[in-house]
């Protein structure tokens, strides 16, 4: 049988993922079910298992398939990038109702009414999905509202596609000094692949996941020399979003946060620990 990467693919002794049936050993195939993240931001592992580091994030809103549910687990699969893995069950809702507005902004509260004086009840980040039932204004400050009373304020949301087509390295600019973080996809929290991915989903475009995926298949392979904004820069584990053709955004280990680097001096730093850039990309529009 072949193998298939386990990021990507559901599959284990004992259940896998329909599609994948006839292609890799398992007693029962399964189509799974949908759900969806009910809580600001969870981390996605590779086992069931607090202890474990997390491979990624998903966001309040964003929809999965789950294939089975045991010991306050569930193991998923998620809609927007394929990635599988296993989050606590009680991170996820019933599918309904689907969202209408995406969290445009790094980060923003959600209070328990319109009224910015209360005491917020979380933090949501850029990219979390809500469904909002109606509108209020307070004191001349404009909310969404939610299905169960709690508000946003409304310039923090836009409707969802409403950035579709935009520029995804202005997008990612936002997340500059967000805390960089190893698995991380949010405006909490991000890491060098999460900031391209996260950044082009908000304009409508798909993404891998891991920076060796999209070293591999994001857009089309350039000559160092076309280098125009938006295009991306990869090292071993460590990929870059060009501003600039001199200047890179990118989430990395030696500032710890999101930040603006100049190329060459990049180059230089990161050559002294894992050698020189292995490729260059332009992502597809």
């Not at 949908?34 to 931001?41: G, I, L, N, S």
């Not at 689907?98 to 910015?116: A, G, I, S």
């Amino acid at each position: 049988m072949t193998m298939f990467d386990r990021r990507l693919h559901a599959y284990r002794p004992d259940l896998a993922e329909a599609d994948l049936e006839g292609k890799v050993e398992a007693s029962r195939f399964v189509q799974g079910t949908p759900a969806r993240v009910a809580v600001p931001v969870i981390g996605l592992r590779p086992q069931p298992e607090l202890a474990r580091g997390i491979d990624t994030e998903l966001l309040l809103g964003e929809q999965v398939t789950v294939f089975d549910r045991a010991d306050g687990w569930c193991w998923v699969k998620a809609a927007s990038d394929g990635y599988v893995g296993y989050l606590p069950a009680d991170a996820l809702s019933q599918i309904d109702p689907v969202p209408t507005h995406v969290v445009t902004v790094p980060r923003t509260f959600l209070y328990p009414e319109p009224e910015l004086r209360k005491p917020h009840l979380t933090t949501l980040s850029m990219g979390s999905r809500v469904h909002v039932a109606s509108e209020a204004e307070v004191r001349g400050n404009h909310y969404v509202v939610l299905a169960d009373g709690t508000a946003i304020f409304a310039r923090h949301v836009r409707p969802i596609g409403a950035l579709d087509g935009a520029d995804y390295v202005e997008i990612a600019g936002r997340l500059l000094e967000t805390p960089y973080l190893w698995g991380g996809r949010s405006g909490l929290g991000i890491d060098c692949s999460g900031l391209v991915q996260l950044a082009m989903l908000m304009t409508g475009r798909q993404a891998p996941r891991d920076a060796d995926m999209q070293a591999a298949g994001l857009g089309e392979a350039i000559d160092r020399s076309e280098i125009r904004r938006g295009d991306l820069v990869f090292w071993k584990g460590h990929v870059a979003i060009f501003e600039d053709p001199q200047t890179i955004l990118h989430a990395n280990g030696h500032s710890m946060t999101v930040a603006r680097e100049n190329f060459e001096a990049a180059v230089a730093r990161i050559g002294s620990l894992y050698q020189q850039p292995t490729g260059y990309r332009r992502p597809f529009k």
